[in-house]
C-alpha cells in the first residue's frame, strides 16, 4: 500500500505579514488605515484588478 501525504501549504506568522506591510506602507506614505482607504479610492479598474486575490487565497 502506498500512502500519499499532502504537504502542508506554507503559512507566514501575523509577525512577518506586519513586517512587511509595515515596510511597505512606510515606502508609500501610508500612515494609517485612512490613509490606505484613501490611496485605494484612487486607483483605476485595472489598477484594482491587479489587487484583487485569486479564488485559491482565502483570508482567516
Known amino acids: 500500500m502506498i500512502t500519499i501525504r499532502r504537504t502542508p501549504r506554507p ?3 501575523r509577525e512577518t505579514v506586519s513586517t512587511h506591510l509595515y515596510k511597505i506602507f512606510t515606502k508609500l506614505g501610508i500612515t494609517s488605515r485612512a490613509a490606505l ?3 485605494l479610492e484612487g486607483l483605476t479598474p485595472e489598477e484594482e484588478q491587479a489587487t484583487e486575490q485569486p479564488d485559491d487565497i482565502k483570508e482567516d
Open 11 to 13: 503559512r507566514a506568522s
Open 37 to 39: 482607504r484613501d490611496a
